[in-house]
């Protein structure tokens, strides 16, 4: 049951960091990647050790590489738009 869990909430913070990917606003997506470095920070502090540091710097590349590619398929999605707009206008 905790494994089904994790990987619920590891979906979920994937997820989630795809969608702010897609918005608009990309200051979003530093939201989560922010909070999860606080908090693996605090953990190796709190233990006095550099264990969580390591597994929470591959955490947020993973997060931050789950937005990289939501902002990169608006960005396509956007520049689509944008080519069919210019096209409508030429004919």
């Known amino acids: 049951m905790s494994g089904l869990l994790s990987i619920l909430v590891t979906a979920v913070i994937l997820g989630a ?5 897609q918005r608009r606003k990309k200051l979003l997506g ?8 606080a908090l693996f920070i605090v953990m190796s502090v709190m233990d006095r050790t550099t264990e969580y540091v390591f597994t929470g ?35």
């Open 57 to 91: 710097l591959a955490c947020v590349a993973c997060i931050s590489a789950a937005w990289g590619i939501g902002a990169s398929k608006a960005s396509q999605r956007e520049k689509a738009e944008l080519d069919k707009m210019k096209a409508k206008d030429l004919e």
């Open 17 to 21: 960091q795809y969608s702010f990917g």
């Open 30 to 37: 530093c939201i989560i990647p922010a909070c999860m470095a």
